[in-house]
């Protein structure tokens, strides 16, 4: 078991740091997983992580179950994005996709399929979205981690970064449980259960992937 550390010690480390400060000076590509409890904060979140992409010149994605007229809507009302205007310079693309445990090709071509379509686009890219819709039973979660294990363990070969989403809420079974599980795939963990007051846990920081607790969250 990793060592256990007060809030200071980990914060001046490096490992944790304020959810929108963290999105706004990350470098390199990573995986992120976002865990949010009020879906119009989780939204400014992703929306940010999106328009920090468009000024640095990415091709930037947001992958919905919903109507994309939705999102874009939602982008020009948060103010954090302008979405019409990064669709039009064909650098913003918001794309419906299925939810993946209903495609008929299976999960892991539609995966696939996904992927092949980013990658018509000038790299790097940068990306918000999940394959699964539903999270509400243990079944589909387990669905959702084995998806972000495959994702995770072809992260390499993918010039770009990439922002999961899970709304707390909506999160079935164990939910802490999933969360150490969902740890493991992912190269930073945002919380940002209390807004304003969340939390980045920069994991590459504190452990390798194969050693990776979530015991020393107790300490704050």
């Known amino acids: 078991m990793p060592e256990r550390f007060s809030q200071q010690k980990i914060v001046n480390r490096g490992i944790v740091t304020e959810p929108f400060r963290y999105i706004d000076s990350f470098e390199g590509r990573k995986h992120i997983l976002l865990v949010f409890d009020d879906l119009t904060e989780g939204k400014m979140i992703q929306f940010r992580f999106l328009r920090n992409g468009l000024r640095a010149g990415e091709s930037c994605f947001y992958l919905t179950h919903q109507e994309p007229s939705v999102i874009e809507r939602e982008m020009s009302m948060s103010e954090v994005v302008d979405a019409r205007e990064w ?14 445990s209903q495609d008929k090709d299976g999960m892991l071509k539609g995966y696939q399929k996904i992927l092949e379509m980013i990658q018509q686009y000038r790299p790097p890219y940068r990306v918000v979205g999940r394959a699964i819709l539903d999270i509400k039973t243990e079944m589909s979660m387990e669905v959702q981690y084995v998806l972000e294990k495959v994702f995770h363990s072809r992260f390499e070969t993918l010039e770009g970064s990439f922002l999961c989403y899970y709304d707390w809420s909506e999160m079935g079974g164990n939910r802490l449980r999933w969360l150490e ?4 795939t992912h190269h930073a963990v945002i919380f940002a259960t209390n807004f304003r007051r969340g939390l980045t846990f920069n994991l590459e920081s504190y452990f390798d992937t194969a050693s990776q607790d979530f015991h020393y969250i107790e300490e704050i």
Not at 181 to 184: A, E, H, I
């Open 87 to 100: 669709i039009e310079k064909e650098q913003l693309h918001i794309y419906p996709i299925r939810d993946l």
């Open 181 to 184: 599980r969902l740890s493991r």
